[in-house]
């Protein structure tokens, strides 16, 4: 786990705790970068579509460990 110090708006702060159950500033953090990740392995995902690839349990399990 590493330990970083960043400037983060107020006010977007403030928003983002309105739609989470988070109660303190690093799990507003922790939850929004884990939704970015999702959206990004989605976004890998629906790329692939006709693509001709086949994704198999293994490669399902593999990605969701590499979250």
Known sequence: MSK???DIDDDLLAAAKRYTDAKTTRAVVEQGLEALVRKGVLAE???MEGSGTSLTQEAL?????DE
């Open 4 to 6: 970083t110090c960043v």
């Open 45 to 47: 995902i629906a790329s």
């Open 61 to 65: 399990e593999k990605m969701r460990e």
